[in-house]
C-alpha cells in the first residue's frame, strides 16, 4: 500500500459539482451541470446515457483529458486542477489506466513494447511477473512480437488492457472499450475487465452504450442533459434496459 493510501478515503475518484460548459453566449452547451460522484476504489462502474447526455465529456474530465469550467476532480487523493501540465501527464502516467475504443496502440511497437511503454515513460521498473501473469491470462503470450497491424481487435484490447493493468493504476478509465470488437471478442474483454475488480481490486470506469457491457459493472451511473439522473447496482442488461427507456421518454 502507497503511504497515501493509508489516509485517503475509499474512493479512487470524486467529483464535486463538476460544470463543463462549452461556448459562450446563446450558443452555450452545459455539457456537464454540476455532477458530483464517488467511485469507490475496488469497483467497476458503468456511465451511460442517450447521445450528448455528457459522456465523454464527464469522463474526460476526470481523466484530466479535459478541463471542467467548474467544479473538482479528485484522483488519488490530489485535485487535478491544482495541478500544472507537467504534473497532470505525471499523474495521468503513474495512477491511471486508459482503455479506448480504438485501441490506441502505437503502430511501430510489438505487442510487448506496447504494455510495457507507459511503464518506461514513467520510469518504472516493469513487475516482470505481474507482466507475465497479465500476458497469460489475457491469451497473449504467443504475440508478444506482434504489431498492431498483426493482431486482431479483440487481441489489440487485450494488449491495451495489459498496457492500462501493468502499472497498477489507481484507476482504469475505459470509453467503450468493446465497441469496436465482435460480441465474442467484447465479452472477453469484459469478462476480464470484471476479473481485474474482482482479483486485483482494479477501479474502473467505462463508458459504454451497451446494456450487456454495462451489466458487468458494479453500478451504472445514467446521465441525461449533464446530469445524473439514475443510479442502479448490481445491474441486469433488462434493468438496463428499462432504465435508459425511462430515461428517453419524454416527461
Ligand atoms: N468540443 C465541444 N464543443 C462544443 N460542444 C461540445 C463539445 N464536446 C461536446 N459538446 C457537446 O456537449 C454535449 C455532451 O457531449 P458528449 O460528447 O459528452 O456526450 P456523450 O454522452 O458522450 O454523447 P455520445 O453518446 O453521442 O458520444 C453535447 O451536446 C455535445 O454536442
Redesign the pocket.
Known amino acids: 500500500m502507497r503511504a497515501d493510501e493509508t489516509t485517503a478515503s475509499s474512493a479512487a475518484v470524486t467529483t464535486q459539482d463538476l460544470t ?1 460548459v ?2 459562450s453566449g446563446a450558443g452555450a ?4 451541470d454540476g455532477v458530483s460522484a464517488s467511485f469507490a476504489r475496488g469497483r467497476f462502474t458503468a456511465v451511460m ?12 474530465c476526470l481523466a484530466g483529458l ?1 478541463r471542467p469550467t467548474s467544479g473538482a476532480v479528485v484522483v488519488a487523493g490530489q485535485q487535478l486542477a491544482r495541478l500544472n501540465r507537467t504534473a497532470l501527464a505525471k499523474l495521468r502516467r503513474e495512477r491511471m489506466g486508459f482503455v479506448f475504443q480504438a485501441f490506441n496502440l502505437l503502430p511501430v511497437l510489438t505487442a510487448e513494447e506496447n504494455i510495457t511503454m507507459i511503464a518506461h515513460l514513467a520510469r518504472r521498473r516493469v513487475d516482470r511477473a505481474w507482466m507475465a501473469q497479465l500476458v497469460a491470462r489475457l491469451g497473449l503470450a504467443d504475440r508478444l512480437d506482434h504489431r498492431p497491424a498483426q493482431l486482431s481487435g479483440g487481441q489489440q484490447q487485450r494488449v491495451a488492457i495489459a498496457r492500462a493493468l501493468l502499472t497498477r493504476p489507481d484507476v482504469v478509465f475505459a470509453d ?1 472499450p468493446t465497441g469496436n470488437l465482435d460480441s465474442r471478442s467484447g465479452t472477453e474483454v469484459l469478462r476480464f475487465l470484471r476479473e481485474a475488480v474482482e482479483t486485483e481490486n482494479a477501479s474502473i470506469v467505462m ?1 459504454t ?1 451497451d446494456p450487456t457491457a454495462a451489466a458487468y459493472a458494479d453500478e451504472v451511473l445514467f ?1 441525461a442533459d ?1 446530469r445524473i439522473v439514475d443510479t442502479l447496482a448490481e445491474p441486469t442488461v433488462d434493468e438496463v434496459l428499462a432504465r435508459l427507456r425511462r430515461i428517453s421518454e419524454p416527461s
Open positions: 463543463r462549452y461556448g452547451v452545459r455539457a456537464l446515457g442517450p447521445s450528448g447526455s455528457g459522456k465523454s465529456t464527464f469522463l474526460h479535459d467503450e463508458v452504450h446521465l449533464g
